[in-house]
């Protein structure tokens, strides 16, 4: 039994397998964990940016976020409903993209490219043009709706309008994203069980429900946790296009944090709350893995 | 007679959406692109008036600093690319391959650093980076940009080697390879168009990536998307040369996306 | 034998060489000034590269984005860096905070050389002054000059109503006031009004000094009749009597710029420093149709205000002392040039730092003189008050206003007072 073990108390394979983690694991450490624990350790502590005094307070900083109203009844159900709404979104799109996209038909390379285009500009320019595209007075967006005869919105005023057009927004941006990789695991599928579907004459949407679906299921859980987890700190687009407002309607988790840090300069404050955002969607990536394997079993 | 009706309501369908789609993707992008050739007087009014101009391009392209922040991105971009992958693909391969506290370990640690929000490590890497030494350095940027990548990766990577069957690596170590052989020789090859995939995805998010740049840039080493938001300043944004900036950063990556597209098509399995 | 020779040549050469560099790195200083892109400010560093030139010193330029601006000048400062940045821009919101971590500035000559009252934000608590100007920053209003006759311009809010109607109905101008109203563009719509209601954010009205302010108690009027007067202002004029578009609480000075340089506004308020922009042909479509004038007042005012602060240069107290020596230096001989601060003025609207310079274009410049007269000779407020938790209190002040905006009128006092103790909790804060 003593004879497996080295030195150093790992055997052949675990040293093997320390050693395939090494690298990412000291980056990993130095630039991600690191920095990270430092403002663990700033959200126990009074810490502003200016004159930093660094007293230690306990968990102060957490139970001023918690009991905070405007956390508590804005940010969290926005950040919840802007997750759910933009990956629901999202996903569905880009099944059906995919799905449209995995037969051949002429020109699809050229709308393949296309359907990329998103995925090329920073997502702070697209919200950007966003916010002039929607403008009431000179959007040529707004203005393109109204000539089709559409009732005028206040698409950046009003806190629904306003809220809509960030998921728009997020949605645009990320339904690219989806739809390359379920396009790549459609193409990856084996042929067998279409054939014996086809033989059966089942519908097209059937053979989707049945077949295809299923099969796509590990893919499209790692899909949904991964965007899930980016989607639930959302920044740029809900900073540039709205800041928040109006009057903190629109705020999401992201952006509380960072008014904190950045305009209250309190270190201390935003740490705690990006604390809490990070325990939260630990959680709730777990629930959520747990959530869509089930379903997707059923069905 | 059914059937064609069927057919004809199925081909209209189509193109339908196809219309749909050129719309949604392609209206923005031509809104962008028609604001980068506007004079600065019609730039928020792009409807109004029929004045065209290049100056907007001119202008840019004759300040240095945008010149450089572009080859700079580009640097940085390919460099952190080509190191993420390298260092993700064996831990990638551990998950995979492997069981164990080790591997449980490493994909809890992963799985919870890739749900912290970028707003809370952004501001102490700001402080690592200038305790190190290598705040505004080449390494200061392209090491916390790898760091990024380096949950997400190692998470998907793990699903490309989840999906290529292992019998051919006990095969390999059967006829005496050692592990780092069966790994190199016969895993790795399986997974390179998977890989390469990820290589065009990751050289897109670094091109674009933004609160990293704006906060850990400074004057030696301008980035692309941080010169961009220079074009923000008190006075409003000067949303003209931002445009054109834009059109130009828009150029690479767009080149990056066609001819990387075969093997995102083909390489993202899992 | 011609091997050592060629050795020995070599090194004496090479020890040349390095003595030379030594030599000239040493009498040349580098500076770097770490400032943002706004015209002013470029303006400025111009004529600062100018005496870099001439007195040998090195000038490396630093623009940082608007945005992180001041979290990564405040993190160089309390950190203790020195090698990022030799010369800053200070603005008064912040110049409290930040006067702790800046050398003192008193020995620059000319440094006192300002309006009475507005170097204050930037002293330590033994009165030295941490920064000297590079211009005055203020707000004003500008006005359609081919609509509206200097006889005709509004001098209540009233009037400011009823012109703007007026030109609706005749379809001159789609609309009668445009102006920033989103967080951080609070000035250019609800403070000037505020401010020319004889009201403000603290009672009493006007006062700055914190310890007049902590004695009354750090009272917020938010909800006092001056100020839910504004409110109610704003709301005619956003929802009944339609003089300001309906997405104008989401305006920053983008939509508010585009709007009125199209030509679909009579009125806006902005920096002194747009009059440049706002009459530049390749920008604006009313190019020398623009005329400035002074603020319209409420019905319980009791005389116009203005608000004017410094923008200035701050030098981190870390530096060593060659580099804070050839710093001062710089400054000061930007605070003596005034050919360059009228070139300053002249290209950007941006006012001289120098107040001397000042009675020069007092003489020859008519501009100077009617932008003289609307902002410096009625009373000041100074546009930010002076404490920790600043910033977080005009978040809080801009959101309750816009809350107030987007519900019902008779709302208007319920909203306000609702915000009323955040307020005063962050005034005292950090006591």
Redesign the interface.
């Known amino acids: 039994m003593t004879a497996r073990f080295t030195k150093f108390g790992f055997d052949e394979k675990e040293r093997f397998m320390l050693f395939l983690i090494a690298p990412a694991a000291i980056v990993l450490a130095c630039f991600e964990i690191i920095p990270i624990l430092i403002g663990m350790n700033a959200s126990f502590r009074e810490w502003s940016l200016v004159n930093p005094q660094r007293t230690w307070v306990g968990p102060k900083q957490y139970i001023a976020v918690f009991t905070d109203p405007v956390f508590l009844k804005m940010v969290l159900p926005n950040t919840f409903v802007l997750t759910i709404v933009s990956v629901g979104v999202s996903l569905a799109l880009g099944l059906a993209l995919a799905s449209l996209l995995n037969r051949p038909f002429f020109g699809r390379a050229v709308v393949r490219t296309i359907i990329l285009l998103p995925l090329t500009i920073a997502p702070v320019i697209t919200a950007t043009m966003m916010r002039w595209s929607f403008n009431d007075q000179f959007g040529v967006i707004t203005i393109f709706l109204s000539y089709l005869g559409l009732p005028d919105v206040a698409w950046l005023s009003d806190r629904w309008p306003s809220f809509a057009l960030i998921i728009i927004t997020d949605i645009w941006i990320w339904t690219p994203w989806f739809t390359i990789i379920l396009l790549a695991a459609m193409q990856g599928l084996p042929p067998e069980p279409f054939e014996a579907a086809r033989i059966d004459a089942a519908t097209p949407w059937c053979i989707f429900r049945r077949v295809t679906l299923p099969m796509l299921r590990p893919v499209i859980i790692v899909c949904v946790l991964i965007r899930a987890i980016d989607a639930f700190r959302t920044f740029d687009q809900v900073w540039i296009l709205t800041g928040g407002g109006p009057a903190r309607s629109t705020e999401v988790f992201s952006v509380y944090a960072y008014v904190l840090a950045f305009v209250d300069l309190d270190i201390g404050r935003a740490a705690a709350a990006a604390g809490i955002g990070a325990l939260i969607m630990l959680f709730v990536g777990v629930g959520l893995y747990r959530l869509v394997n089930r379903s997707m079993e059923v069905s | 007679m059914i059937s064609f009706a069927l057919h004809t309501l199925r081909r209209s369908i189509?193109a339908i959406?196809?219309a749909a789609?050129?719309v949604?993707?392609?209206g923005?992008?031509a809104?962008?692109g028609v604001?980068s050739i506007r004079?600065?007087?019609g730039?928020?009014?792009?409807?109004?008036g029929t004045n065209f101009t290049l100056n907007n391009f001119v202008e840019v392209l004759h300040q240095s600093?945008v010149v450089q922040a572009m080859w700079n991105s580009f640097v940085l971009s390919t460099l952190a690319t080509i190191l993420s992958l390298?260092?993700?693909i064996?831990?990638g391969?551990?998950l995979s391959r492997?069981g164990?506290w080790?591997?449980r370990s490493?994909f809890a640690?992963i799985?919870?650093?890739?749900?912290?929000?970028?707003?809370?490590?952004?501001?102490?890497?700001?402080?690592?980076n200038?305790r190190l030494g290598i705040y505004?350095t080449y390494v200061g940027l392209l090491?916390?940009h790898?760091?990024?990548h380096?949950?997400?990766f190692?998470?998907?990577m793990k699903?490309f080697f989840?999906?290529i069957n292992p019998s051919m690596e006990y095969a390999a170590l059967i006829d005496g390879c050692t592990?780092?052989g069966a790994?190199c020789r016969v895993a790795l090859p399986a997974a390179m168009p998977g890989i390469a995939?990820l290589a065009i995805?990751c050289w897109?998010s670094t091109?674009?990536e933004?609160?990293f740049a704006?906060?850990l840039s400074?004057?030696r080493t301008p980035l692309i998307?941080?010169t961009?938001?220079?074009?923000?300043?008190?006075?409003?944004?000067e949303?003209n040369l931002?445009?054109a900036t834009?059109v130009l950063?828009?150029m690479p990556?767009?080149l990056v996306?066609?001819f990387g597209?075969k093997y995102?098509?083909?390489?993202?399995?899992? | 034998m011609g091997l050592e020779n060629k050795l020995a040549r070599a090194l004496l050469v090479g020890g040349g060489f390095c003595a030379v560099c030594s030599s000239t790195s040493q009498a040349e200083t580098a500076l770097s000034v770490c400032y943002i892109n706004h015209p002013v400010q470029v303006a400025n560093v111009a004529i600062l590269e100018k005496w870099a030139a001439n007195q040998g010193v090195k000038l490396n330029k630093t623009v940082t984005s608007y945005t992180v601006y001041l979290p990564k000048i405040t993190q160089m400062l309390t950190s203790g860096a020195n090698d990022q940045c030799d010369i800053i821009w200070n603005n008064d919101d912040w110049g409290q905070d930040l006067a702790q971590y800046l050398e003192p500035l008193d020995d620059v000559p000319n440094a006192r050389k300002v309006e009475v009252g507005q170097l204050e934000p930037f002293h330590t608590a033994d009165g030295n002054t941490t920064a000297v100007s590079m211009t005055t920053t203020a707000g004003i209003l500008f006005y359609r000059a081919d609509l509206i006759s200097e006889a005709e311009l509004p001098r209540t809010w009233d009037d400011l109503v009823k012109i703007s109607q007026t030109l609706q109905s005749e379809k001159k101008v789609k609309w009668g006031y445009v102006g920033g109203m989103s967080y951080t563009n609070t000035f250019f719509s609800f403070w000037w009004t505020l401010w020319n209601n004889s009201c403000d954010v603290y009672a009493p009205a006007y006062e700055r000094d914190n310890k007049k302010l902590a004695a009354n108690g750090w009272k917020p009027m938010i909800y006092s009749p001056c100020q839910v007067q504004t409110a109610e202002f704003w709301w005619d004029a956003l929802n009944s009597k339609k003089i300001s578009p309906p997405g104008m609480t989401t305006y920053s000075r983008d939509e508010a710029n585009a709007i009125f340089q199209a030509g679909d506004a009579a009125f806006t308020v902005a920096d002194t420093t747009f009059l440049g922009t706002f009459n530049n042909a390749e920008r604006s479509s009313v190019a020398g149709k623009v005329g400035i004038a002074p603020f319209p007042v409420g019905p319980m005012s009791n005389g116009v205000h203005t608000w004017i602060d410094v923008w200035g240069w701050s030098i981190p107290r870390t530096l060593p002392n060659d580099r804070k020596t050839a710093a001062k230096r710089l400054l000061g001989a930007m605070l003596g040039d005034s050919d360059g601060q009228i070139e300053q003025w002249n290209q950007t609207g941006g006012p001289p730092p120098n107040t001397d310079v000042w009675r020069t274009l007092e003489k020859n410049d008519a501009t100077w003189r009617r932008l003289h007269t609307i902002l410096f000779k009625p009373d000041h407020v100074h546009a930010a008050y002076y404490f920790r938790n600043w910033a977080t209190v005009h978040k809080v002040y801009s959101d309750t206003l816009i809350r107030a905006m987007k519900g019902k009128r008779e709302d208007i006092t319920a909203t306000l007072k609702a915000g009323s103790d955040a307020i005063h909790a962050g005034a005292t804060a950090n006591d």
Request: positive net charge; aromatic residues 20%; proline residues 4%.
């Open positions: 189509f959406s196809i789609i050129f949604v993707f392609v923005p992008i809104i962008l604001t004079p600065a007087s730039v928020f009014y792009i409807w109004r600093q390298s260092i993700t064996g831990s391969y551990m492997f164990g080790i591997q490493w640690t799985y919870i650093f890739r749900t912290v929000p970028y707003i809370s490590w952004v501001l102490p890497l700001y402080l690592v200038t505004d090491l916390p790898i760091a990024v380096v949950c997400f190692s998470w998907l699903g989840d999906g592990r780092w790994f995939a995805l897109l091109w674009n933004f609160l704006l906060i400074g004057k998307t941080s961009m938001a220079q074009f923000v300043t008190e006075t409003g944004t949303w931002m445009s834009a950063a828009m990556a767009l996306t066609i597209q995102v098509i083909r390489g993202l399995r899992m």
